[in-house]
Each structure stands twice: as structure tokens, then as C-alpha cells.
């Protein structure tokens, strides 16, 4: 069963979209198993910038096939958008989409409680993308949630958008979108998706019978998943791989596990961030790296690797190869520091406590850096000499080999290494 995962290992933008984009061209099938519009994943297919929110990167490959599952959420608005905007590139997608019947809905409802919620609480903002992510999770776990379905049938629609009403009305002011200002345009923009809507997990497991070959696309990154990341300030879904199986609604256990690392770090949001500069040298990586969110345009917070923090994801995410992006953004450093650790923390892994992860202070190596231009390098031998070595010492702390090295936002602008997946 050749099934290939591709997921971020920081807290999210480390690239993942160009990636996937770059090996999905090989791929029957391109899946998107959680998360939703919060996703930003940029693309420069034949060099014209793109950004994909809900939709798996694969679309931009006519041959593949793609897969929105189970375990997303979806604003069917939004997606529409996104459709069209694909379409107008010559890219059809009837026969190529697949919505599942039982993905959460994103309602107006849920827009409005994200943002009230926020603004209600300014002491513990988590900074979301505003997407409605966390009220539409919230709500399938409770069990007052939206389906795909439901948008099939007015009759579901009505009940389900009661429901939603019943339990959330005390948290709504009067004028918030209600049952009756939101049955008519969710009931006509589900007609518009119906022709999309499939049983995914039942084709997940047909194409998988076929040795077809599968990959998933993970959005966010593995410090912001909902348990693991760095909680509360996270996002509302399973972003590693142990999200994989239950996001498409199969017991399957993922071949190729690829994790995604920029060779520095960022976040956007709020939230503890241990390697995190705050100085001259975090404009700089911010500058030249381009660090603005794809789906808010908010600036990046930006800083150095921290591979304790990569070591800990990668062991929970079982990764097999890392892609390591944006190492072109390093060049005209004099030196580099990697995060090693914290002051004081012997423990292997992170503290679950938050008031304590914030209290991280971290231990730095330096390592020298490299002047010259490296966005034009097709091998590893074309590397200088200390980008090899940082490479290397990234690869001996983690110790999981590096299989991609990516050197600018173009599709070619990445090849594969020594270590890279087989098969
Ligand atoms: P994603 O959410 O993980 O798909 O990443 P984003 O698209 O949010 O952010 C990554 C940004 O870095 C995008 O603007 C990409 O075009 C860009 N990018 C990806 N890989 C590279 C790289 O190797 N070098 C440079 N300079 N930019 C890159
Ligand atoms: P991609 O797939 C970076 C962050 C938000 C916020 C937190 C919760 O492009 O890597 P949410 O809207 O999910 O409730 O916000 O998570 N966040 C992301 N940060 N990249 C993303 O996606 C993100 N999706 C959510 O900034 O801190
Ligand atoms: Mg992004």
C-alpha cells in the first residue's frame, strides 16, 4: 500500500503546500484529513502564486484525484470560492473532488462565535485565523453539529440547525445569524456542492485495495495539534499522524511518514514560542523569508530551529524522512543557533503544563553560516560546505534522515537527498 504523509512539525507554514504540490504530480490521490480554511498552503504552479485553503494541493494536478475527508471542517461559502478560483485556471475538478457526507459545517453562526470569543476574552486570545475552526469542532463534540448531509435535505437542515441554536443561544446576542436567516443560502450552496459528495472513507478503502498510491496532506503543524501542541494555544484538530486514521475514517497505519521543518522557525497567533527572537535578527529572518500569514497576512514571529522540539513531533508522528524548506532564506547569516534544549528541563519530552512551557528558556549551539546564493541548488553538492554541515548536525540531533531540502518557493526549487523516501 504506497500511502505517503505530508505534515507540518512546527506550528504550521513550514511549506507544506510546495511540497505536496512538488510529489503530488506521482500521486492517484491527494486527501485533506483535518483542519479547514484556516490552511493557507501557497503554491507557484507554472510560477503564478496560488493559495489553498480547504482544498488538497493535488488539485493542481489534472490526473489526481482529491479528497476533502471525515475529519475536516468546511465553510461551503468559502469553498466555493476556492473552486471557482481553481476552475478559472483550467483546472476541472467534477470527477476529480470528493466532499465526504459527514465533514463539519462551518456555519455564518460559527464565524460570528470565533470572533466573539476572542474579543470577549482579550487575556486568553488565542490569536485564531477568525475561520470559525474552533466553535465548528466544538459543536461536532457536542454533538449539535452540521454535516455534509445535512446541506442535501432541508428537513435535516432545519433540525440540525436548531440544534446548533438550542445549546448556543446563550453565548449569541439577538441579531447573530439564527435558523432562519441561514436555512436558505446553506440549503443552496449545499445543491451547488452535492455533485462533490461522496462516502470518502468507503473510496479511501476501495483505492487502497487497488495499491493505489495515496497521500495526505497535513494542514497546521504538529506544536499546534489540539492534544500534543502547545495547549491551549493550539489549533482544534489532530494534526499529526495519529490524526490520519481517524480524520479519513480507516484503520490504516501511513507508509511514508514525510515531516515538513523550515530551517528556522515561526508562529503566528499567540502562545509560547521558546526559540523565538524578538531583535534584529527576527526582522531579518521575517524580511527575508517573506513571514506574512497566507490566509491573515498577519506578520510572522519568527526564530531559530528548535530541534528539541522537532525531535519530540517527529517520535510522535513515527516521521520516516524530513523535508527541511526555506533553507535559502539562512543564506548571509555570519552564524546560525539551533535549539538543543532548556534550562533545566531534563524531562525527554515537552511539558504538558502551560504556565511551564512558557517558562522555557532555551540552550543554544551556534553553528557557522554561509554567504553564497543556494535558491539555485539542484543537489546537495551544491551546497556550501556549512550548509551541509548544519543539515547534518539537524539530521544526527533529530535522528530522522533529511529526504527533501527545499531552496525556494518554486515547484522545482526542492530535491531529494541520500536519505530521501524510496519508492
Ligand atoms: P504551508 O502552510 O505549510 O503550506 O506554508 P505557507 O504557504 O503558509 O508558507 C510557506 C511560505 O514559504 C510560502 O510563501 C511559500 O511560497 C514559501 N516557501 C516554501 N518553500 C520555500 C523555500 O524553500 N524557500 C523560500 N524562500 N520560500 C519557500
Ligand atoms: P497552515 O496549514 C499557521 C494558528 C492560528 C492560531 C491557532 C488557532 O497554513 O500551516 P484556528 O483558526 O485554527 O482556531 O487558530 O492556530 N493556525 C495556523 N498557523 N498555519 C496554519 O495553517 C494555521 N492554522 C491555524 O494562527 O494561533
Ligand atoms: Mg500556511
Given at each position: ?15 507544506k ?7 503530488s ?7 485533506r484529513?483535518q ?5 493557507g498552503?501557497?503554491?507557484?504552479p ?31 461559502f468559502?469553498l ?15 470527477g ?86 441561514m436555512?436558505k ?21 476501495e ?48 507508509e511514508?511518514?514525510?515531516?515538513v ?9 499567540e502562545?509560547?514560542f521558546?526559540?523565538?527572537l ?62 538543543v ?12 503544563d ?33 550548509a ?36
Open positions: 500500500m504506497p500511502t505517503t504523509a505530508i505534515l507540518g512539525l512546527q506550528w504550521g507554514d513550514e511549506g503546500g510546495k511540497l505536496v504540490d512538488s510529489v504530480a506521482r500521486q492517484d490521490f491527494c486527501v484529513f483542519g479547514g480554511g484556516n490552511a498552503h501557497t503554491v507557484y507554472e510560477g503564478k502564486k496560488i493559495v489553498l485553503h480547504h482544498l488538497p494541493t493535488g488539485v493542481l494536478h489534472k490526473d489526481c484525484v482529491n479528497v476533502m475527508a471525515q475529519g475536516m471542517v468546511m465553510d461551503p468559502k466555493l470560492e476556492e473552486i471557482a478560483e481553481v476552475e478559472a485556471r483550467g483546472l476541472k475538478l467534477d476529480r473532488l470528493f466532499i465526504s457526507d459527514r465533514i463539519a459545517i462551518t456555519t455564518p453562526l460559527h464565524l460570528t462565535l470565533d470572533v466573539s470569543r476572542e474579543a470577549g476574552d482579550v487575556a486568553n486570545q488565542i490569536g485564531t485565523t477568525k475561520r470559525g475552526i474552533g466553535p465548528t469542532y466544538a459543536d461536532r463534540y457536542d454533538r449539535v453539529g452540521l454535516r455534509m448531509a445535512d446541506l442535501l435535505d432541508e428537513v435535516s437542515l432545519r433540525e440540525a440547525l436548531q440544534r446548533t441554536q438550542n445549546v448556543r443561544a446563550c453565548q449569541t446576542t439577538d441579531d447573530a445569524p439564527n435558523v432562519e436567516s436555512l443560502p446553506l440549503l443552496e450552496v449545499g445543491e451547488k456542492l452535492r455533485k462533490y459528495v461522496a462516502d470518502t472513507s468507503l473510496m479511501l478503502a483505492a487502497m485495495a487497488e495499491n493505489k498510491n495515496i497521500l495526505f496532506e497535513g494542514a497546521q503543524g504538529a506544536m499546534l495539534d489540539v492534544v500534543q501542541g502547545t495547549y491551549p494555544y493550539v489549533t482544534s484538530s489532530y494534526t499529526t499522524a495519529a490524526g490520519i486514521p481517524a480524520g479519513v475514517g480507516l484503520a490504516l497505519s501511513v511514508k511518514v514525510i515531516g521543518t523550515k530551517a528556522y522557525c515561526t508562529r503566528v497567533g502562545g509560547p521558546p526559540t523565538e524578538t531583535d534584529e535578527t527576527g526582522n531579518k529572518l521575517r524580511e527575508a523569508g517573506g513571514e506574512f500569514g497566507a490566509t491573515t497576512g498577519r506578520p510572522r514571529r519568527c526564530g531559530w530551529i528548535d530541534l528539541f522540539a522537532l525531535r519530540y513531533v517527529c517520535r510522535i508522528s513515527g516521521v520516516t524522512h524530513i523535508a527541511i524548506t526555506k533553507l535559502d532564506v539562512l543564506s548571509g547569516f555570519n552564524e546560525l543557533k539551533v535549539g534544549g532548556y534550562e533545566g528541563h531534563d524531562a525527554p519530552g515537552l511539558p504538558a502551560i504556565r511551564k512551557f512558557i517558562a522555557l528558556k532555551p540552550k543554544y549551539e551556534t553553528l557557522p553560516g554561509w554567504k553564497d546564493d543556494i535558491s539555485k541548488a539542484t543537489n546537495a553538492a551544491d551546497l556550501p560546505d556549512n551541509r554541515a548544519y543539515l547534518r548536525y539537524v539530521e544526527d540531533f533529530v535522528g530522522v534522515p533529511i529526504g527533501i531540502i527545499s531552496v525556494g518557493p518554486e515547484r522545482e526549487a526542492s530535491f531529494e537527498t541520500d536519505g530521501a523516501p524510496k519508492g
